[in-house]
């Protein structure tokens, strides 16, 4: 298992990350494919989720999940093919940003090639929170092309009793 470099933010405002645009731009084009797929199937209205995530699907070029589980949210991400030198994830207190990077060369091919989905591949995913999370004691690692990103919440302040004596 491959430790996994982690870019902590505290205060994301204070900070311009270059990934947000990069991260807009992959939304924006993830809505012009799912219109696409609408208007592919005649405008009939009702499919809205399944054309955004067959979108999604077909432009990030990766399956994710986000659970909680007492008081840390788990992420995994499919990453097959990266090493943990390609990945880069940037925790800030309310998201988790994910860009993964790999490069293939293309080979001199004995056979006739006729098609390949071979190739470099870009990812980028955002995963939005609803509990701040504790930047500093976030942990991802990379294992058999599944990125896995533990991101604890931050503690909640134990209540204390309003009034002990009267």
Request: charge should be negative.
């Amino acid at each position: 298992m491959s430790q996994v470099a982690i870019e902590k933010v505290n205060d994301a405002s204070q900070k311009t990350l270059p990934i947000f645009a990069e991260i807009a731009r992959r939304f924006d084009a993830i809505r012009r494919r799912a219109f696409s797929l609408f208007e592919k199937r005649g405008c009939e209205l009702g499919h809205d989720v399944d054309d955004w995530l067959k979108a999604e699907q077909e432009l990030m070029g990766c399956s994710a999940e986000l659970a909680e589980k007492d008081g840390t949210y788990q992420m995994q991400m499919t990453l097959p093919g990266s090493e943990a030198k390609d990945v880069e994830v940037t925790a800030t207190p309310s998201e988790i940003l994910v860009h993964a990077a790999t490069k293939r060369e293309k080979k001199e091919e004995k056979d006739n090639v006729l098609w390949t989905e071979f190739g470099s591949n870009d990812v980028y995913r955002r995963f939005e929170v609803s509990n701040p999370i504790n930047v500093d004691k976030v942990t991802a690692n990379l294992d058999s092309g599944i990125l896995r990103i533990n991101a604890p919440e931050v503690a909640k302040p134990k209540e204390v009793a309003a009034a002990k004596a009267a």
